[in-house]
């Protein structure tokens, strides 16, 4: 039988995702939201489709994701990432 502690040594316990129902997939980099975490980016703050293309170069599409320091990394479309997604 477990032994139930005295009320002032109870913690109240702490959700972060505030009852949001996540977990790790691994998804198409396009398909990533803002609040999603993806290993070696962290917290997602910004999702950016980015489409260069330049007279006599073939064009280029990547997605930019901006994590809440700032910090930029970019992906090619049809990147297939590991996140914490809802």
Do not use: C, Y
Not at 12 to 41: A, F, M
Not at 46 to 56: A, H, N, T, Y
């Amino acid at each position: 039988m477990a032994k139930k502690l005295p009320k002032p040594f109870v913690k109240p316990s702490i959700t972060l995702d505030q009852g949001v129902n996540r977990r790790w997939k691994e998804v198409p980099i396009s398909s990533v939201q803002v609040g999603d975490i993806v290993p070696d980016v962290g917290r997602v703050k910004d999702v950016q489709e980015i489409k260069l293309s330049e007279p006599g170069l073939n064009p280029h599409e990547f997605v930019r994701l901006t994590n809440f320091l700032g910090d930029r990394h970019d992906f090619s479309v049809g990147t297939v990432v590991l996140a914490f997604v809802k």
